[in-house]
């Protein structure tokens, strides 16, 4: 009974979020205290899903029972009890190098880096493999992708993933200056796009580099222009690669996630 009743809390919760009329809006879900102690047991499930959805909720209700409320205040400084075998997906920014003609972008983790990283901390004097990976990033932050946030559900990961790479490649610039993916065809890519392109082939071939890079400037530019954050970051996916990396995790130890982005509680 306990299971559906948690399942009931979680479909309810799902519906008035959903129901706000705008994400900055707080709205609390009311529970009964007996409801909110079920949300209490259900941050001890053995499914990390349970667990993130049960701390979602306590972030939004309330109790007229002061030991009630003090006790949801204590779980919520805490963050989202994880347990070894976990399986969580950070998001990480990637790293910017240069090889003297060109920008790259360092978005790939090498499998002796993280195999390092994950079994060398201790013997390094770290207190924590956090504290290691933040030392490393730092010794090695130009070819090291930076962790900006980690979270239960991939597909929210992704979602938030796509929007920081669009908002980084939109305040990066030059964009041009990067190298870029040998197998894109930019002309293709502003046909898909309803852009007009110049035909290129009546010109010069010893000139038609220049005109299709000053093509390009122009494209991007008037991008920029009209604020097409959007657009613009899926050009410069397809054209020079991520500005951001999904990443699967297994948790090594008890400890919890602290997460300040909502959680999609529907999933």
Not at 204 to 217: C, M, T, V
Not at 241 to 247: C, D, E, K, L
């Amino acid at each position: 009974m306990s299971d559906q009743r948690l399942e009931e809390i979680f479909r309810q919760f799902y519906i008035a979020d959903q129901a706000r009329p705008s994400p900055d809006v707080e709205t609390s879900f009311h529970c009964s205290d007996l409801d909110i102690h079920l949300l209490f047991n259900a941050l001890s499930n053995s499914e990390l899903h349970t667990r993130a959805k049960a701390y979602t909720c306590l972030q939004n209700v309330s109790s007229s029972n002061p030991d009630t409320q003090k006790s949801i205040a204590d779980i919520l400084v805490q963050g989202i009890p994880l347990r070894p075998g976990d399986r969580i997906y950070g998001i990480y920014k990637a790293a910017i190098s240069y090889d003297d003609e060109f920008f790259n972008l360092e978005n790939q983790f090498s499998a002796e880096l993280n195999e390092y990283l994950e079994n060398n901390w201790e013997s390094e004097g770290f207190e924590t493999q956090e504290d290691f990976y933040e030392n490393m990033a730092e010794e090695y932050g130009q070819f090291f992708p930076k962790r900006i946030s980690q979270h239960v559900f991939r597909d929210t990961a992704i979602d938030i993933a796509t929007s920081l790479h669009n908002q980084y490649a939109f305040e990066q610039d030059p964009i041009l200056e990067f190298r870029s993916n040998s197998e894109f065809d930019f002309l293709e890519w502003c046909r898909d796009n309803h852009i007009e392109t110049p035909n290129f082939s009546n010109i010069d071939p010893l000139d038609r580099e220049f005109h299709k890079y000053e093509f390009k400037s122009q494209i991007l530019l008037g991008l920029r222009e009209k604020g097409d954050v959007k657009r613009f970051g899926d050009l410069c996916f397809n054209m020079i690669g991520s500005f951001t990396v999904v990443r699967e995790e297994i948790v090594k130890e008890y400890t919890y996630l602290r997460s300040t982005i909502e959680l999609d509680v529907g999933a």
